[in-house]
T-cell receptor
Framework: DAGVIQSPRHEVTEMGQEVTLRCKPI?????LFWYRQTMMRGLELLIY????????DSGMPEDRFSAKMPNASFSTLKIQPSEPRDSAVYFC????????????FGQGTRLTVV | AQTVTQSQPEMSVQEAETVTLSCTYD???????LFWYKQPPSRQMILVIR??????QNATENRFSVNFQKAAKSFSLKISDSQLGDAAMYFC???????????FGPGTRLSVLP
């Protein structure tokens, strides 16, 4: 398996534009997590899905952020409109249903909003 | 809700020496897992070691071992015979037994001095 695949690796966009980050989890994994990493706030859990259903989105910073998981092999995190303070590295991670297994992370998307 | 604290923002160690990174956590769950992840400059998140809360025996993976004190809710990582490749950010994480919440600490940046 190729692991968790995120795209794009880097994204530079202008303030006010819509940004969509994509994630393909490992096949057979049923939990998917979106994290945001910044120097100031560390690694923040934004939202997680279990069996394609959003379980907890309390970490989503505001209504400008939305996440979807239309099927077991694909998820998106959308920011509309984007702001400079959204600049961060966004990670997607997935986990198998087996008891006690770790989360596997993608390479992350470095987002810069100018 | 779970919280994870790492009180050492930065640590350094001489090559071939031993270093211990601290982590404390708080959870209302009776059954959970604890993890240490490493994030080198490549920013890939790599699992270092895992500990099941119901096991009293401390986990060990080659040069990496943990000191798990359940009553004190402490989970420190010991790196023996430190190598230059160990230089990275280290994150402690707590996951409840349903895997529906995977919370990370703020991280400790480890430098290895030649």
């Amino acid at each position: 398996d190729a692991g968790v695949i995120q795209s794009p690796r880097h994204e530079v966009t202008e303030m006010g534009q819509e940004v969509t980050l994509r994630c393909k989890p490992i096949s057979g994994h049923n939990s998917l997590f979106w994290y945001r990493q910044t120097m100031m706030r560390g690694l923040e859990l934004l939202i997680y899905f279990n069996n394609n259903v959003p379980i907890d989105d309390s970490g989503m910073p505001e209504d400008r952020f939305s996440a979807k998981m239309p099927n077991a092999s694909f998820s998106t995190l959308k920011i509309q409109p984007s702001e400079p303070r959204d600049s961060a590295v966004y990670f997607c991670a997935s986990r198998s249903p087996l008891f006690g297994t770790e989360a596997f992370f993608g390479q992350g998307t470095r987002l810069t909003v100018v | 809700a779970q919280t994870v604290t790492q009180s050492q923002p930065e640590m350094s160690v001489q090559e071939a020496e031993t270093v211990t990174l601290s982590c404390t956590y708080d959870t209302s769950e009776s059954d959970y897992y604890l993890f240490w992840y490493k994030q080198p400059p490549s920013r890939q998140m790599i699992l270092v070691i895992r500990q099941e809360a119901y096991k009293q025996q401390n986990a060990t993976e080659n040069r990496f071992s943990v000191n798990f004190q359940k009553a004190a809710k402490s989970f420190s990582l010991k790196i023996s015979d430190s190598q230059l490749g160990d230089a990275a950010m280290y994150f402690c994480a707590c996951q409840n037994n349903y895997g529906q919440n995977f919370v990370f600490g703020p991280g400790t940046r480890l430098s290895v001095l030649p």
